[in-house]
Each structure stands twice: as C-alpha cells, then as structure tokens.
C-alpha cells in the first residue's frame, strides 16, 4: 500500500491493511502516521518511506527473506485477531446492552 507523501493521510488507516491481515498477507506499507503505527505494533509488515524508490525497494527484498515473511504473518495473525470485526461488534452489543 502506498499513500502520497501527505499529513493529509497520517490520520488514515486504509481497510485493505485489515485484508491483508486477515489472509496472513504480510504488509508492504508507504504511509505514515496511525497506519504505520499499526503495522509496527503488530509486527504485521514492512513500512517504506513514502515516495522513496530505493526505501521501496530494500523493503521488497526484506520481506521475501523466508524467516521475516513468516514472522510478519504471524503478526498479521495478531493484527487480525484483534480487530476481528465479529469481536468488535459482540464487544459494541454488550456496551450498549449494559446502557439499557
């Protein structure tokens, strides 16, 4: 996934990063801000400097490497679970059960 070099697009956490999470898919990330975040806190990708070819193309030989491809799936696994949208919607049922 790859934004335009924007403050614009710190805020923004794109859904297909959730996808690709969820099919073990490890991440190959441009963006900053919240998005990069997430990806590096569950260890589910590889973030490059936005609009930075070279950045780029290390992060592509890095995450073909067999023993950093399997341990980014496994944090695509965390990330997934995590925000499994099943989870989060029984999570938001039982909130609002507890108001009534």
Do not use: H, W
């Amino acid at each position: 996934m790859n934004l335009k070099k924007s403050d614009t697009f710190k805020s923004v956490i794109p859904s297909k990063i959730f996808e690709a999470a969820a099919f073990k898919k490890p991440i190959l990330l441009g963006l900053q801000g919240e998005a990069r975040q997430l990806v590096d806190d569950f260890g589910a990708g590889l973030c490059f400097k936005p609009e930075n070819e070279s950045d780029f193309l290390l992060k592509c030989e890095q995450i073909f490497q067999v023993e950093t491809y399997n341990k980014l799936c496994v944090g695509c696994e965390k990330l997934a679970n995590e925000f499994n949208r099943r989870k989060i919607a029984d999570s938001m049922l039982s909130s609002i059960q507890e108001l009534f």
